[in-house]
């Protein structure tokens, strides 16, 4: 596994949790990360990204003012922390390291992370 996601679980409406990606194979600053996630029964769909300089991030409108991308280069590590959560956040989360900037494209991203669950009670 060159990625591994975590730091998901059960949360009320409006809580907040913070997303992990670690590697201990690939150095994340030399990568664009991104982190998608699947909710059950839908496709999976683009949260979030940062490009390597950490200048440029994207998001999906949907979380957009609610969530923020950031990376820890000593700790070799990208977070996604989620704020004011909302029932329509269950999914599962995944991160994704990609060599093509910028891109919200899946396909674009190289390695995946195995998924974190993500459970937002109304």
């Known amino acids: 596994v060159q990625l591994q996601a975590f730091g998901g679980g059960l949360v009320q409406a409006r809580g907040s949790l913070r997303l992990s990606c670690a590697s201990s194979?690939?150095?994340?600053?030399?990568?664009?990360m991104a982190w998608f996630r699947q909710a059950p029964g839908k496709e999976r769909e683009f949260v979030s990204a940062?490009?390597?300089?950490?200048?440029?991030?994207y998001y999906a409108d949907s979380v957009k003012g609610r969530f923020t991308i950031s990376r820890d280069i000593a700790k070799n590590t990208v977070y996604l922390q989620m704020n004011s959560l909302k029932p329509e956040d269950t999914a599962v989360y995944y991160c994704?390291?990609?060599?093509?900037?910028?891109?919200?494209?899946?396909?674009?991203?190289?390695?995946w992370g195995q998924g974190t669950l993500v459970t937002v009670s109304s």
């Open positions: 994704a390291a990609g060599r093509s900037w910028p891109t919200t494209a899946a396909y674009e991203y190289l390695y």
């Open positions: 940062i490009g390597w300089s950490d200048i440029s991030t």
């Open positions: 194979q690939l150095t994340l600053r030399t990568y664009a």
